[in-house]
């Protein structure tokens, strides 16, 4: 009777435990965009003055725990219309205990070199977009398991990453990647330091089976997160 | 000592019965959850006929997960707004005491305003309450809608469609799909004169120095884009 009461009991834990993992494991993570737009927390991304860099802190006001994720491709977009958009050139997946603050350093991309990069320390008014899931993220997603560790290369020193999505994104020539990097680099190292990233960039796009004649022929605008048509609204009605 | 056993197992099955209702978290549809008394839902419009619809502003006493089916057809009480269809599942999570989510959608009465924003309603008796109204695929008149959005979403995914708008364009050719599909036999339908005479308007109110010719691009990649959404969407239907 006491080994029945026993195996009962056991199988009772084993089953309550089965049930909690399966519970555990349907955990997911919230897409960032979408979770700001269903649950009421706090944030605000900083720019750190380069394209490649930003920081997002946020604040879990709920009694939740929040599981989020920042998916690479998310787009930053400045509402500054001198400051270049960014897109997220690496995941992100993190959880915030209720009622703390968490910051998070992200990987970006500027998106357009003809732009400036959004000041060191101000507060980027920004609109959330999903990924489009064109070639910048592949791109990206290549980029992000290449990259070496963060301690050899810092990702926010990525530059042939950022030189590619510039060409995928505008009419990119070698002498405007001259003149992006003149203010970091010695004039002696410049022609050697571009030319450098120039093919760098050159063989990320080959690997997305784009082709340098080819970036140059579709970089009129291409997959530049603004249009001409931005202001146009078709589905609007008076 | 048989029996006994058996009652150990017939009890052993009711405690992983009782278990069971815990490991299926599923999400309850916002039907379902509608017609709880324990949630409060009230649904405010955006003003907008395509894409973020409607604010839902909810109350709930305990923790749940809703989800808003794709095909969903919200029906405004007033006939003055139009009937809203939800383009894709959208979850959200309801926390206690409440909050607030947005839903997209797309309007389905070209001619009718769109679910107002509540500040822009004068008489607050009108204030946008929606009736929910689950689809039917029987439902024809419900059918050609998601059918257009699923085509048009698939069409995008494949690169089979312009992008002249950037993040507007699947957007703006699934709403002129769905409308013009509904006015087809009218004069005054969503045809490619009344696009181009939208594109113009849009141009001159702006003020943008556009050429003829990339209008001409804009407006026939637009209505191409439209063409093979509804010709798809036969073929898939």
Known sequence: MRKIYGYTILAVLILSFAASKVHADKLVYNPFYEAVKNISINWRIVSMGYPMEAE?????????????????????????????????????????????????RLVTFGLDPRKKSPP??????????????????????????????????????????????????????????KDFFAPFVHPKDLQYSAGTYWRKS????????????????????????????????????? | MIMKSKISLFLLMLVFLSI?????????????????????????????????????KYSVEE???????????????????????IDRDQKASLVPPGGKFTITGYCLDPYLSPPPLPENIKDKSELARYGVLPLYSSEKE?????????T???????GKLHNDLGSKHLKTVTAWAIWYSATRNKADGWNKIRLISEI??????????????????????????????????????
Do not use: C
């Not at chain 1, 997603?141 to 020193?157: A, E, G, M, T």
């Not at chain 2, 419900?142 to 699923?150: D, E, F, G, H, T």
């Not at chain 2, 003020?207 to 898939?236: C, F, M, R």
């Open chain 1, 56 to 104: 997002l802190s946020l604040r879990n006001d709920s009694n939740e725990y929040l599981n989020l994720s920042i998916p690479v491709g998310m787009r930053l977009k400045s509402s500054a219309p001198g400051d270049t958009d960014l897109i997220v050139g690496r995941s992100e997946a993190f959880s915030v205990a209720p009622h703390y603050e968490k910051k998070i």
């Open chain 1, 120 to 177: 060191s320390g101000n507060v980027m008014n920004i609109e959330l977009m999903s990924p489009s899931g064109g070639k910048i993220d592949e791109l990206l997603k290549n980029s992000s398991k290449d990259r070496p560790s963060s301690l050899d290369v810092p990702d926010f020193l990525d530059y042939p990453t950022q030189a590619a999505v510039w060409k995928l994104t505008t009419p990119m020539d070698l002498q405007m990647m």
């Open chain 1, 202 to 238: 050159s063989l990320m796009l080959e690997k997305i089976g784009i082709e340098e004649g080819e970036v140059i022929a579709k970089s009129s605008g291409g997959e530049l997160f603004k249009t001409s048509w931005d202001f146009m609204d078709l589905t609007r009605k008076r």
């Open chain 2, 20 to 56: 069971l209702p815990l490991t299926a978290d599923e999400a309850v549809s916002f039907y379902q959850a509608a017609s709880d008394d324990r949630i409060k839902i009230y649904m405010e419009g955006k003003g907008e006929s395509a894409g973020d619809v409607f604010t839902v």
């Open chain 2, 63 to 85: 923790p749940v997960d809703i989800i808003v089916n794709e095909g969903t057809v919200f029906v405004p009480q007033n006939e003055k707004y139009q009937k809203v269809i």
């Open chain 2, 142 to 150: 419900y059918s050609i809608p998601i059918s257009l959005i699923r």
């Open chain 2, 152 to 158: 048009a979403r698939l069409l995008y995914d494949n």
């Open chain 2, 200 to 237: 113009t308007k849009q141009i001159t109110e702006e003020g943008a120095k556009k050429t003829p010719e990339e209008i001409q691009v804009l407006t026939d990649n637009i209505w191409d884009d439209v063409n093979n959404i509804i010709l798809y969407s036969k073929n898939l239907r």
